[in-house]
């Protein structure tokens, strides 16, 4: 880019006074890179030359202020290197609207130049200006107006598109032809093109993208979208031809509707273009599109082009109304019209938010939805309107889980038992327990102090406090007789509290029924048998026991009293009422039941009867008849009576409801009912009920009433209980509470939205930060902001003056705690030598930062005591020379070791000495030590096969001379160095592979990776074995008879081969080693089981000197060839009866104190040890044998006697006892004495963790453990193992500090799922299943004895569970044991708690209740096959390229992790597989499904308490072609009737849609030729005419005659005769065009008085009808066909001749600063009499702003450097600022319009 003019960097130039031109040289830092050539320069504000010179000068002096500190940024950590100072703030945009530019410098720090820019942009105020703001380029053309062209003024017009300068200003003088370039650059923002976004910056046009960034590429698609791809909008494209006639003067082209983008229409002939418009709003217009040019149509830019026969519109868009282009007949020749445009898509789908969540808390589920949206109306509509569209696709729903936080715990209870008494008042209780529920919704009974915040519900409550059913005895009837004994009885009904008659009453309590009872009067009826009964009402009774009816108890028939005759002469008829009673034979108030109720035949209820002659005829007498007359008469005056008629409808349809017997009074003989005045009230029967509808009800869901908003504004939500619930019993108050699934109809809602409306604004605090300090006073700050609650449940951000209550805190004061007095060390000294070994010290400060953020220095014994080693250590520097006297110099010395050791056993750890070789298996943990005299240890270094070694992840080079490497691997064989001064020793490592062979070294050991690529191509090639031929003894291999050096590590590979393969290892050996636990001997992983079985499987590793090794090699050397193979078997196993000789005679041999002891074997411990430290000391005297002696276990011996003092500076003790460390303890040495057979190795462990020796803790060579200058640090439980073949002992002794409390514990995590007991120390983690026993060890100590309490959850047990030595033991542990077991241990001298966790498994296991995972499934997708996994498999058929859901059923605790699987393999590993793993894993997805994915799928799930697979196959069917039978012909006669045969697409023989078999083979098919022969004779017919008349009823026609087709296919008229006899001829003439004619009628326009809408401009309207041709008015719909002429148009008003009128602005508030603000007057004033009207007459235009910022410029000024002045004479018009500053706002005229 090429540099600016130079005059340009360092000057100004400018008109100061009239004709006079100054150049004013300003001196200061231009900011602008030279080397690219653009400075971003601050353009002036176009100001009149007035008050030029005083606002410019001002300005001038103001713009070289020191800049600001704290407007910078601060620099990056990658920035902090570089020469320049962090970019400052951006500066204000150069525009308001329409884009601007910004910028940001930086400065150089560097003393030379920087490379790279000081100065960068980016764009500003990307929003659309007014339409009255204009153009910005004809502003600063117009900003020229007021200053003189060579002595004239001009009107001058902007020039745009110039591509050779864009950005320079280029003006035209209006009315000439007169271009003057007015600046070289143009202000920042100006648009370099008319049609483009991209600005001119600092004069220089940079390209500016849809997303209006700098040096953006982005454009917009068609539809107008940034980066669009074009699917938001259609193409629309056709021709119309115009076919107008005489009366129709137009037509319509096309409708172009709001929103369309690109308009192109090109009309060719004589006819003319003329536009309808139709606002959103409804406001309507017209354009005729008269004359070429560019105009405004409806707000939206149109281009119009015309010439002889051709017119071209174009508009660019977006249209802001509705178009409709119609065409105007001018000349009776066609017209074409081509049109295309995009139309905007305006009804889109989109997608909601999600709905509530399914669940408050413990895991629910949220789905979202889509809905058609009407882009015009920006409302939601109909989803067919997005269904018209094919480019819509509807957004699938989206499924979220939500509230994933924990339930809290809440009151869970049981149902009911049942009542303790079915009446008279019972108790009936229910289980109420503490529960959580989790993400799965199981629950998990927890503590009930989790629960102590919600009522606890109650567990008692009383049931059944009704009466329980009672007898009542009513009155007792008359007695049967009238004289001497007879009977009586009485109604006994069981009666409930309700007073129903039921049963339950006792039948041992029920009182008697019938009774004796004796008339005083005596009989006197000699002719009688029976005494003479009382003719009363029980009359009828009596009769009818004659007659034969009992009562008895059971039901039975009973009939009443026959009626009178019903003639009064001659033969009639009587008739009685018969009904089904029980209990009663003579009461009124016998209980009637349902005839079928009776057993037995029914007695008659009718029968005939003789009331006399009926002629005058005297009858014959009979003196028995008197009494039936009687009776007659009597029954005659009981006609009417109370009977019952049924019962009523049962009051509930189930649960238990009542019917009550419906009473009647009722005619006896027409069984008709009667006015029930007519029966005696007296007799009426009592009310009875009965129970009804005792089956339970059918489930259904309660609904309780809505909560409280939980907001009070946005939007908030309301939730009810729904539940599933049953009516058992409505008597009992029986009401049980099912499962939700119980429910057949949908549940109701839980959760609806409520309060949608906005909040007002309000402080929002976000959270407090973490504190600036832990302690010692401290500040912590939040972000409060000024937000409104938006109703959709979003945040809108507003200013802070929008909040009118006080701003809550953002900062405050935190930690206001003293902290810990801690020590303040300083730099360590100088060596104290200037050559050789010497010290370094430091000086040590206790200080104290006290709450108010000070230090203070205290005294030193408030700090923890500081280790010696804190303030001096050793420095070593060059040896020192002693010229004049040689020195006895003592070279360093390493102790090395000569053995070889073959490690058979898998262990865990080995230790070893330098010096020797060491055949190891895999992943064993190596230390290698490095024992030197006369030299210092941390000065000792380490190499690998001649590499020097260093710490790493795998390998730890740790001081003091000790190398570990974590879990060997080929990589890590080869020879391992060790180096002190001049003294250097090797030791070799072999690996031993899984078929008792030698593993090979990698071809480069210097790192695994180098080695990696190698192992990846061929790993047998890698970890070949040894090959043993014949001659692999030879006194030199062929490498060395070549010269080459052979491998210094392989000089024993040949012996151990042998020896590994040696399988004559003495029983006995074996034997001891069955003994071990079983669970040492399978301690190794899966992917070891195969190097497992292929060794010895020996109890001890394998150590033998190097020189026995030696020997056999030397022996070996001296046979013949062909006998040396043969010598190396009997040797190897000679050598092998040595090794196991050697251990034998070590097992026997007894402890001696005096012994100094290096065992041959070193034992693996049954339990985790220390170190194998003992497996290399051996005694020489052990191998010359001893004394027989028995096998045994080892013992430690425990000594009584406490710990002896041997000085006020060593404590020496035995195991078993407690050391209390003082001040001045400077030695503690623990013993530990160990008998058993074969002899223990004694290791050492710290709180469960081997004891790292050094020079401050030492291993004595009687295995005693001696700690020097002992610290608080080496406070704890020391633990002394034994360890042989027969088992192991094991002893603690705790070090306690002043006599304090300690606990002997342990941090592993145990995990038990087949053990039925475990044990562990505390401190321990444990997860086990249930049943287990537990027992958690507590040992403690302390002096005096510490006391040892137990807790559970914080809560107190008590002693039952306590064992020995304070352990506790839970027997049977269940999920109520779980929980937090805490162990406090109390002396005098304090207390320590210690805690353990009790964790209760449940292995995964498949849920009884599926309907969970089956609704998760359903909500998953709903409209997707599903199946779900089971242990024994399951299967689903599917199409093919369907998708499928695989349900993993799973519970258990913790929760299972799950794998899916298919054919073997993880999912997640097969290519071409489309899946989706959803809810937490139980769901997988598998789309597309094809050939090659079906198969079974299986899905593992695993917790640490077990596994569990499940499977599911998955069968995909296939699709087909098959030709079926052959159609039905085409046709029934003729010559073009065809079979064709049918092709199906089958899929398992059953059709389906033929697209599914679009990529198959389809089978050859051809027609076959069928019917062809002559056809009958029929009628055909022409179309119909054009109708006579277009409305108004017209007629039109049609030929018809009689056709003949012929098999030839020639079709022949014949006679009409021939069609009759077979049809009837069709019609051939038809009414048209019935409906009515009509128009469209208007009236004349009204007056000119609507509102306005322009300057002079208002609205008028007319009426528009619909009316018949004869003027007879109809509806407006009659003649919707017909284009409605418009109803409004504008019109010209004086009363809108109006504009707004402002005044001068205020003088400013302020002179600088940011206050500063003015006023002015605005309002609406009549064009004609400048009178104010009423501002609404101004609506139609934007009302001018009436106040303004002003003066806004920074207060403080500094001085320029320097500042000289020449003046030129009048030669230039340009203006140009050099240096960026502050524009001055104030001018004479505010020229500026709205918008920069």
């Not at 401290?778 to 979003?794: I, N, W």
Request: charged fraction near 20%; include cysteine.
């Amino acid at each position: 880019m090429a540099p600016l003019a130079a005059p340009w960097h360092s000057a100004l130039l400018v008109r100061i006074f009239g004709s006079t031109w100054c150049l004013l040289f300003v001196a200061g830092q231009v900011f602008g890179d030279q080397n690219d050539g653009l400075v971003f320069l601050r353009e002036f504000p176009l100001v009149r030359r007035e008050d030029f010179y005083e606002d410019f000068l001002s300005d001038l002096m103001n713009s070289d202020k020191t800049e600001d500190p704290s407007s910078r940024t601060t620099r990056s950590e990658e920035d902090r290197d570089s020469p320049w100072d962090a970019w400052g703030s951006w500066s204000e945009c150069s525009r308001t609207c329409g884009g601007g530019a910004s910028y940001s410098l930086r400065r150089c720090l560097g003393s030379k130049s920087c490379e790279g820019r000081n100065i960068r942009y980016r764009t500003c105020s990307n929003v659309d200006c007014p339409p009255e703001a204009g153009d910005f380029r004809a502003q600063q053309c117009s900003a020229h107006n007021d200053v003189k062209h060579h002595g004239q003024f001009y009107e001058w017009l902007p020039v745009s598109n110039d591509h050779d300068n864009p950005c320079s200003l280029k003006c035209q003088a209006k009315g000439t032809a007169l271009i003057v370039e007015l600046a070289p650059k143009v202000l920042d923002g100006t648009r370099c093109y008319t049609e483009s976004l991209d600005m001119c910056i600092s004069g220089i046009c940079q390209m500016v993208g849809c997303d209006h960034q700098l040096g953006s590429n982005a454009k917009e698609d068609n539809c107008g979208v940034c980066s669009g791809d074009g699917s938001t909008c259609r193409l629309v494209r056709g021709q119309y031809k115009s076919q107008l006639s005489a009366p129709k003067l137009d037509d319509t082209v096309v409708a172009i509707p709001y929103g369309s983008r690109h308009v192109l229409l090109i009309l060719r002939g004589p006819d003319h273009l003329y536009l309808e418009t139709k606002t959103l709003q409804g406001t309507k217009g017209e354009n005729s599109l008269s004359s070429t040019g560019a105009f405004l149509v409806g707000n939206s830019s149109a281009d119009f082009q015309k010439s002889l026969d051709k017119e071209t519109l174009k508009m660019a868009g977006p249209l802001t109304a509705d178009f409709i282009v119609k065409i105007r007949n001018s000349e009776p020749i066609n017209s074409t019209v081509q049109f295309i445009f995009y139309q905007p898509i305006i009804h889109r789908w989109r997608e909601t938010d999600f709905f509530p969540c399914s669940a408050t808390c413990g895991g629910g589920y949220q789905l979202t939805s889509a809905e058609c949206y009407d882009l015009r109306s920006n409302r939601v509509v109909a989803d067919q309107y997005c269904n018209y569209y094919p480019e819509n696709i509807k957004p699938k729903p989206k499924l979220q889980e939500c509230n994933l936080d924990p339930c809290p715990a809440r009151w869970e209870a049981t149902p009911w038992t049942a009542c303790s008494s079915s009446c008279g008042g019972g108790i009936q209780s229910r289980t109420v327990s503490c529960v959580e529920e989790d993400i799965q919704g199981h629950m998990t009974s927890v503590e009930e102090w989790k629960c102590m915040y919600r009522p606890k519900t109650p567990i008692v409550q009383p049931c059944n406090i009704f009466d329980c059913p009672k007898w009542l005895a009513q009155e007792w009837s008359p007695c049967t007789v009238t004289c001497g004994q007879g009977l009586r009885y009485r109604v006994v009904l069981c009666i409930d509290h309700r007073g129903m008659h039921t049963g339950g009453c006792s039948p041992k309590t029920k009182p008697h029924i019938k009774e004796e009872c004796i008339i005083p009067t005596p009989c006197y009826k000699p002719k009688e048998k029976l005494p003479v009964e009382a003719r009363g009402p029980w009359y009828k009774q009596a009769q009818e026991l004659e007659e034969g009816a009992a009562v008895s108890e059971e039901p039975s028939f009973i009939p009443e009293a026959w009626s009178a005759c019903t003639v009064t002469c001659g033969v009639g008829t009587q008739v009685r009422i018969v009904k089904c009673q029980v209990l009663l034979s003579f009461s009124q108030s016998v209980a009637d039941l349902p005839v079928d109720e009776c057993e037995g035949p029914k007695p008659a209820s009718q029968r005939a009867c003789y009331a006399g002659p009926c002629n005058g005829e005297v009858p014959e007498f009979h003196p028995g008849e008197t009494d039936d007359l009687l009776g007659g008469l009597q029954d005659f005056d009981e006609l009417y009576d109370w009977e019952y008629e049924g019962f009523t409808k049962c009051s509930e349809s189930c649960g238990g409801g009542v019917q009550e017997a419906v009473v009647s009074c009722l005619n006896k003989q027409t069984r008709e009912p009667a006015d029930e005045n007519l029966c005696v009230t007296s007799r009426r029967p009592p009310k009875l009920l009965k129970a009804c509808s005792l089956d339970p009800c059918p489930s259904r869901w309660e609904i309780g009433k809505w909560s409280p908003c939980s907001l009070t504004c946005g939007v908030g939500l309301q939730t009810r209980d729904v539940f599933c619930s049953q009516v058992r019993s409505r008597e009992m108050n029986e009401t049980v509470i099912l499962a939700d699934d119980l429910c057949r109809q949908h549940k109701p809602s839980t959760v609806q939205a409520c309060n949608r409306f906005n909040c007002p604004p309000a402080w929002y605090p976000a959270q407090w930060q973490p504190c600036s300090r832990t302690c010692g006073g401290g500040v912590q700050k939040r972000e409060v902001l000024c937000k409104q609650l938006m109703a959709d449940g979003s945040f809108l951000e507003l200013p802070e003056t929008f909040c009118s209550t006080s701003k809550l805190a953002s900062q405050q004061a935190c930690k206001k705690d003293d902290c810990p007095s801690e020590w303040l060390l300083s730099d360590w000294s100088e060596c104290s030598t200037s050559c050789g070994e010497g010290t370094q010290t430091r000086s040590a400060i206790c200080r104290k930062v006290l709450k108010t953020g000070v230090s203070a220095i205290v005294n030193s014994s408030l700090c923890p005591p500081l280790p010696f080693s804190s303030s001096i250590r050793p420095c070593m520097l060059a040896a020192c020379a002693r010229p004049g006297r040689p020195s006895t110099k003592h070279n360093p010395h390493i102790t090395a070791a000569r053995k070889i050791y073959i490690q058979t056993p898998r262990q865990r750890k080995l230790h070893f000495v330098v010096g020797g070789f060491a055949y190891l298996l895999p992943k064993t943990a190596v230390v290698l030590r490095c024992p030197t005299r006369r030299y210092r240890k941390p000065l000792i270094t380490w190499e690998k096969d001649g590499q020097h070694l260093i710490s790493s992840a795998h390998v730890t080079v740790a001081p003091f001379g000790f190398l570990k490497i974590h879990r060997l691997k080929p990589s890590d064989a080869g020879i391992y160095t060790c180096s002190a001064g001049p003294a250097r020793e090797q030791f070799v490592i072999k690996l031993i592979g899984g078929n008792q062979k030698l593993v090979a070294r990698p071809v480069s050991l210097r790192s695994e990776e180098e080695a990696l690529p190698v192992r990846k191509a061929n790993p047998k090639e890698v970890l070949q074995t040894h090959k043993h031929q014949n001659g692999i003894f030879s006194n030199g291999s062929k490498a060395e008879k070549r010269g080459l050096a052979a491998d210094p590590g392989s000089h024993y590979d040949d012996l151990v081969s042998r020896l590994l393969e040696q399988g004559g290892w003495p029983g006995e050996l074996l034997a001891s080693w069955e003994v071990q636990d079983s669970t040492e001997r399978n301690t190794s992983s899966e992917e070891d089981q195969n190097a497992e079985q292929a060794l010895m499987h020996l109890p001890f590793t394998i150590v033998t000197e190097q020189r026995r090794l030696d020997d056999i090699l030397r022996n070996l050397s001296q046979q013949p060839e062909e006998l040396r193979d043969v010598y190396s078997k009997h040797l190897v196993a000679q050598l092998a009866q040595e090794i196991f000789r050697s251990h034998v005679e070590h097992q026997d041999t007894l402890l001696k104190p005096s012994e100094q002891r290096i065992p041959p074997v070193a034992i693996p411990p049954r339990k985790p040890v220390s170190s194998f430290t003992s497996l290399l000391r051996t005694s020489a005297g052990e191998a010359g044998g001893g004394s027989r002696r028995p096998h045994r276990k080892p013992t430690i011996l425990r000594k009584i006697s406490a710990a002896q003092q041997l000085s006020a500076s060593e404590v020496v003790t035995h195991l078993g006892q407690t050391v209390a460390l003082a001040s001045g303890t400077l030695s503690v040495l623990l013993h530990c004495e160990a008998v058993g057979n074969p002899r223990p190795t004694i290791s050492w462990a710290r709180n469960g963790e081997e004891v790292q020796f050094s020079d401050r803790i030492l291993l004595q060579p009687d295995d005693s453990l001696q700690i020097l200058a002992p610290v608080e640090a080496d406070v704890g439980f020391y633990t002394c193992n034994a360890t042989n073949a027969l088992g192991y002992d094991s002893v603690s002794i705790a070090v306690t500090l002043a006599g304090k409390p300690l606990v002997k514990t342990s941090r592993m995590t145990v995990i038990n799922t087949k053990e039925p007991a475990i044990t562990v120390d505390i401190g321990s983690t444990i997860k086990t299943v249930q049943g287990v026993n537990v027992t958690i060890n507590c040992q403690v100590a302390g002096v005096p004895e510490a006391e040892v309490t137990w807790f559970k959850n914080k809560s107190k047990l008590g002693s039952s569970h306590h064992l020995h030595e304070g352990s506790l033991l839970l027997p049977d542990v269940s999920s109520s044991d779980q929980g937090l077991y805490s162990c406090r241990a109390a002396n005098v001298h304090g207390e320590l708690t210690e805690n353990t966790q009790l964790l209760i498994l449940d292995p995964p296991q498949v849920p009884t209740q599926l309907e969970d995972i089956r609704a998760l499934l359903s909500a998953t997708g709903p409209n997707l096959p599903s199946v779900l996994m089971s242990p024994l498999g399951t299967q689903l058929v599917l199409d093919p390229g369907k998708s499928a859901l695989l349900g993993c059923p799973i519970k258990g605790h913790p929760t299972p992790n799950i794998t899916w699987f298919h054919g073997g393999r993880s999912v997640a590993a097969i290519t071409g597989l489309t899946h989706h793993i959803l809810a937490a894993g139980q769901i997988l997805q598998v789309a597309n499904l094809n050939g090659e994915s079906q198969g079974e799928f299986s899905c593992l799930a695993q917790n640490e308490a077990g596994v569990l697979v499940q499977k599911a196959s998955l069968v995909v069917q296939d699709y087909w072609w098959s030709v079926d039978r052959l159609a039905t012909c085409s046709a029934s006669c003729g010559n073009r009737g065809i079979q064709q045969p049918r092709l199906r697409c089958l899929l398992n023989s059953t059709e389906v849609n033929p697209s599914h078999c679009a990529g198959k083979v389809r089978p050859a098919v051809h027609p076959v030729p069928c019917n062809r022969r002559d056809c009958p004779s029929r009628w055909m017919v022409t179309s119909w005419s054009a109708c006579t008349r277009s409305c108004g009823g017209g007629i039109q026609t049609r030929r018809v005659t009689c056709q003949k087709l012929k098999a030839s296919g020639i079709s022949t008229p014949v006679s009409n005769d021939m069609c009759t006899q077979l049809a009837k001829r069709p019609v051939d003439t038809q009414a048209c065009n019935q409906q009515l004619c009509v128009e469209w009628a208007f009236s004349s326009w009204g007056q000119c008085n609507g509102p306005c809408i322009g300057p002079r401009l208002a609205v008028q309207h007319r009426q528009v009808f619909c009316q018949t041709l004869d003027g007879v008015a109809l509806p407006s719909e009659q003649c919707s066909a017909l284009p409605r002429p418009v109803s409004t148009q504008n019109c010209w008003s004086e009363a809108c001749s109006v504009h707004w009128r402002v005044s001068l602005w205020t003088l400013c508030t302020a002179t600088c600063g940011n206050y500063g603000f003015q006023s002015r007057r605005v309002e609406c004033v009549h064009a004609r009499t400048n009178k104010a009207v009423p501002e609404h007459l101004c609506s139609w235009g934007p009302r001018p702003a009436n106040w303004q910022r002003c003066n806004i410029t920074p207060c403080e000024n500094s001085m320029f450097q320097s500042q000289r002045a020449f003046c030129k004479s009048p030669a230039g018009r340009r203006v140009q600022r050099a240096v960026p500053g502050p524009q001055p706002e104030h001018r004479a005229l505010d020229l500026a319009p709205q918008g920069l």
